[in-house]
């Protein structure tokens, strides 16, 4: 029988909020959210139907588990605040190494590669998972919880997993910028952004098809300088979206070029499912 772990979960945001449902779904118990905002650990609190606290001196000893889903830049300053006891502590960023926990017993890192928003639904069993802690056995615990939420579990390290975060950084946080350059130039010219969503779509799903550099198409692709120029010449009024443009036809072209990522030829998925390490 799958043993109930006992969680804390720390953070009112966006990944507490999906990975304490995902979490209470696998049958684990959230013995308390902890939260440095009173009514949004109440709200958080509530939506999981569990305790909550706002007393971070005041951890239960007899959790097993204890996940830091804050901001990067507070886990330093939790690591220091928390007693955990013998708990493992996790944290869930991309790009903050394991070592930020290291003055704790048991700690580790439960990264989910997904784009979070509370208020849209995920299917964990989709998200790639990777995990890291301080001891083989920390692995196991942390990669058998994380096989309860998706088929996708790997080992990987805090060096090949700021990576990770980087690629994801350009694969999402860019992608989406550049449909929010769009959204804006439509906009302004009375159009609507719906036109783009066949489009966008059809764009992520090929890029999974056929592998991105396989799937570029367009003027810069092409090389055709004529529909280059006048496209920087119709965004006379955004110099700022002028110079994205031109450096990204540029980045199209080169790339296109040589078909490669020069520099980053060590860094690949992990096609043979192997661990990432
Ligand atoms: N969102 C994503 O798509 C995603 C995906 C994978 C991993 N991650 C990682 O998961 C972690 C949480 O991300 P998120 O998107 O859930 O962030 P978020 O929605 O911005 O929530 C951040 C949480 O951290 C709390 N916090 C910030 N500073 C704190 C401090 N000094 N002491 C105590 N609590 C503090 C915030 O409290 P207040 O509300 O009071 O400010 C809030 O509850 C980050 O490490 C992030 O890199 C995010």
């Known amino acids: 029988m799958k043993e109930s772990i006992k ?6 945001g966006n990944v507490a909020h999906h990975l304490g449902l995902a979490l209470l779904d696998a049958g684990h118990e959230i013995m308390q959210v902890l939260g440095r905002n009173r009514e949004k650990t109440k709200a958080l609190a509530q939506k999981l139907s ?23 830049n507070a886990l330093a300053e939790l690591a220091g605040k928390i007693d955990p006891g013998k708990a493992l502590v996790v944290h869930t960023s991309g790009s903050v190494p394991v070592d930020v926990l290291s003055a704790l017993p048991n700690y580790g890192v439960f990264y989910p590669l997904q784009t979070f928003s509370k208020e849209r639904l995920v299917d964990f069993s989709d998200i790639p998972i990777f995990v890291e802690a301080n001891s083989e056995k920390n692995v196991r615990r942390l990669k058998n919880l994380a096989l309860q939420l998706s088929p996708k ?20 946080n860019f992608s989406n910028h550049m449909c929010a350059i769009a959204e804006c130039l439509l906009e302004k010219h009375g159009l609507k952004f719906d036109h783009l969503a066949p489009l966008i779509l059809e764009t992520a799903q090929k890029a999974i098809d056929k592998k991105p550099k396989n799937a ?18 119709l965004l006379a009024d955004h110099p ?38």
């Open 153 to 172: 579990v790997e080992v990987c390290d805090s060096e090949h997993r700021k990576y990770l975060h980087l690629a994801a950084v350009f694969a999402c």
């Open 7 to 12: 969680i804390i979960l720390v953070g009112t």
């Open 240 to 277: 700022e979206y002028q110079k994205i443009y031109s450096f990204v036809s540029k980045s199209i072209l080169d790339f296109s070029a040589g078909k490669k990522c020069d520099g980053l030829a060590h860094i690949q998925g992990d096609e043979n499912g192997e661990d990432i390490k």
């Open 50 to 72: 569990v305790d909550f606290s706002v007393d971070f001196g005041g951890l239960d000893k007899i959790a097993d588990l204890i996940i830091l889903a804050v901001s990067d």
């Open 216 to 233: 570029q198409t367009g003027p810069a692709l092409r090389n055709d300088q004529n529909t280059i120029n006048e496209h920087v010449a």
